[in-house]
């Protein structure tokens, strides 16, 4: 795998709800390396603030585009949003681990809370190539913050009760697993890891395969920096780094304390 780390054109850039947008860029070289869970780090600005990168999940590929998307939050976020076609990016990729869709599973349960929704879009397209069904649940605060494309069977979930099951994506979850049958489900899950620490819960209680791709603050995005460290049952070491072992990690490996809330 070849790393890219160039500044790059924006090509689109886009709100798809509230607060939340899409940014297009073109590369050939990373459109045709990217895999679904992978991420890439951007530096949004030439000025000295902010002075670090961001980490992004790739949320689709467009022939030689590549597309995230994002959450107004701080001051990076609202510089990519004022970005416009012909603005350039700096982008360093890919990063991290994908996604473990070649695994042996029946049905893709993909579970998103806010943000989290981010990787899912590519992810679903390359199930639905390789004809795995997908049925997907979605936690958003109300229906203006409710990301829907490119996403296939979705259930929502918000916190005002505004759209669908009036209260959280774990209580959507669970309310369609009591009344489906849901052939060999495999859970892939991303969002902040209050919601990451129930679905480990839920998927562990029924003895569900899951992955869960960790969010995290990475300055460096290749370990360098050693600032993105999360708990793991094994191999040797007690904290293992977001950004080159994961992002994602299968569930039953990492261990969630209050304090990373």
């Given at each position: 795998?070849?790393?890219?780390?160039?500044?790059?054109?924006?090509?689109?850039?886009?709100?798809?709800?509230?607060?939340?947008?899409?940014?297009?860029?073109?590369?050939?070289?990373?459109?045709?390396?990217?895999?679904?869970?992978?991420?890439?780090?951007?530096?949004?600005?030439?000025?000295?603030?902010?002075?670090?990168?961001?980490?992004?999940?790739?949320?689709?590929?467009?022939?030689?585009?590549?597309?995230?998307?994002?959450?107004l939050l701080g001051k990076g976020t609202h510089i990519l949003a004022e970005k416009?076609?012909?603005?350039?990016i700096g982008v360093l990729g890919p990063l991290g681990n994908t996604f473990g869709y070649e695994k042996s599973f029946g049905t893709a349960v993909i579970v998103a809370g806010g943000i989290g929704v981010a990787p899912?879009?590519?992810?679903?397209?390359?199930?639905?190539?390789?004809?795995?069904?997908?049925?997907?649940?979605?936690?958003a605060r109300s229906t203006s913050r409710v990301v829907r494309d490119g996403l296939e069977n979705l259930h929502i979930a918000t916190d005002d009760g505004s759209e669908g099951f009036h209260g959280n994506v774990i209580g959507a979850l669970a309310e369609y697993m009591q009344t489906h049958d849901v052939d060999r489900p495999m859970i892939f899950a991303c969002g902040p890891n209050p919601m990451?620490?129930?679905?480990?819960?839920?998927?562990?209680?029924?003895?569900?395969?899951?992955?869960?791709?960790?969010?995290?603050?990475?300055?460096?995005?290749?370990?360098?920096?050693?600032?993105?460290?999360?708990?793991?049952?094994?191999?040797?070491?007690?904290?293992?780094?977001?950004?080159?072992?994961?992002?994602?990690f299968d569930s039953r490996d990492i261990i969630f304390h209050e304090h990373h809330a």
């Amino acid at each position: 795998m070849t790393k890219v780390n160039a500044d790059l054109k924006v090509t689109a850039i886009e709100q798809v709800a509230e607060d939340t947008f899409t940014l297009r860029f073109q590369s050939s070289e990373l459109a045709g390396q990217l895999k679904p869970g992978q991420f890439i780090n951007i530096l949004v600005s030439e000025r000295i603030e902010p002075l670090l990168r961001r980490p992004y999940s790739i949320s689709n590929i467009y022939n030689d585009e590549c597309e995230i998307m994002f959450s107004l939050l701080g001051k990076g976020t609202h510089i990519l949003a004022e970005k416009r076609p012909g603005d350039t990016i700096g982008v360093l990729g890919p990063l991290g681990n994908t996604f473990g869709y070649e695994k042996s599973f029946g049905t893709a349960v993909i579970v998103a809370g806010g943000i989290g929704v981010a990787p899912f879009p590519y992810l679903t397209r390359v199930l639905k190539e390789k004809g795995i069904p997908t049925v997907t649940f979605l936690g958003a605060r109300s229906t203006s913050r409710v990301v829907r494309d490119g996403l296939e069977n979705l259930h929502i979930a918000t916190d005002d009760g505004s759209e669908g099951f009036h209260g959280n994506v774990i209580g959507a979850l669970a309310e369609y697993m009591q009344t489906h049958d849901v052939d060999r489900p495999m859970i892939f899950a991303c969002g902040p890891n209050p919601m990451l620490q129930a679905t480990q819960s839920f998927a562990h209680e029924h003895d569900i395969l899951c992955e869960l791709s960790l969010e995290s603050e990475m300055a460096c995005g290749m370990g360098i920096c050693q600032g993105c460290p999360i708990e793991h049952h094994g191999g040797g070491r007690k904290y293992t780094l977001v950004c080159t072992d994961g992002a994602c990690f299968d569930s039953r490996d990492i261990i969630f304390h209050e304090h990373h809330a």
